[in-house]
């Protein structure tokens, strides 16, 4: 498989320790040394530093292109055909994005929107926390072109308490 962005390897450690192999593009070179000391006990993970969008990638290689929380970071404008291209007939992509949303009591939210947002972000609308169903799939231009089959999304939600040491 072939991820995309994969930071300091968080994803990529739990696919390593299932046997896959991973050939793992991180553009940021720190990040990358991060992930290559975290997963240097699998001769299966390759972490490669360099940007997607200009790495060369085998044609038809991978059977999966997986991309945690890093695809909006790649160009628009090649990234579907990067990974079109880097794909076998029948080959998947796989996009995961994680969004903070809006959580907790209506009045708490509120309160947080005004206190924090207004007060730290300035007006700006779009700086403040969506409703979990407001949140879009992120699968726009995935089946033009004809490179992908429409697009399966799931969602998962999840609440996570923070406390003061988190």
Same mark, same amino acid.
């Given at each position: 498989?072939?991820?995309?962005?994969?930071?300091?390897?968080?994803?990529?450690? =739990? !696919?390593?320790?299932?046997?896959? /192999?991973?050939?793992?593009?991180?553009?940021? *070179?720190?990040?990358?040394?991060?992930?290559?000391?975290?997963?240097?006990?699998? +001769?299966?993970?390759?972490?490669?530093?360099?940007?997607?969008?200009?790495? +060369? !990638?085998?044609? *038809?290689?991978?059977?999966?292109? !997986?991309?945690?929380?890093?695809?909006?970071?790649?160009?628009?404008?090649?990234?579907? *055909?990067?990974?079109? @291209?880097?794909?076998? +007939?029948?080959?998947?992509?796989?996009?995961?994005?994680?969004?903070?949303?809006?959580?907790?009591?209506?009045?708490?939210?509120?309160?947080?929107?005004?206190?924090?947002?207004?007060? @730290?972000?300035?007006?700006?609308?779009?700086?403040?926390?969506?409703?979990?169903?407001?949140? =879009? =799939?992120?699968?726009?231009?995935?089946?033009?072109?004809?490179?992908?089959?429409? +697009?399966?999304?799931?969602?998962?939600?999840? /609440?996570?308490?923070?406390?003061?040491?988190?």
């Amino acid at each position: 498989m072939l991820e995309v962005g994969p930071g300091t390897g968080q994803t990529t450690l =739990p !696919l390593a320790r299932r046997g896959l /192999d991973v050939t793992a593009v991180e553009m940021g *070179a720190g990040l990358a040394a991060v992930a290559a000391r975290r997963l240097a006990r699998f +001769p299966r993970v390759e972490i490669v530093e360099g940007a997607f969008e200009h790495h +060369p !990638l085998p044609q *038809a290689a991978f059977d999966l292109v !997986l991309a945690a929380t890093a695809w909006h970071w790649i160009d628009p404008a090649t990234r579907l *055909a990067r990974a079109a @291209h880097a794909l076998r +007939p029948g080959g998947c992509i796989a996009l995961i994005s994680t969004h903070h949303v809006a959580g907790g009591t209506r009045a708490f939210f509120d309160e947080v929107q005004e206190n924090c947002y207004t007060v @730290h972000m300035g007006e700006d609308a779009t700086l403040r926390l969506s409703e979990s169903d407001d949140v =879009p =799939p992120g699968t726009e231009g995935i089946d033009a072109g004809g490179r992908f089959d429409a +697009p399966a999304v799931r969602r998962y939600h999840q /609440d996570i308490a923070y406390t003061s040491a988190t």
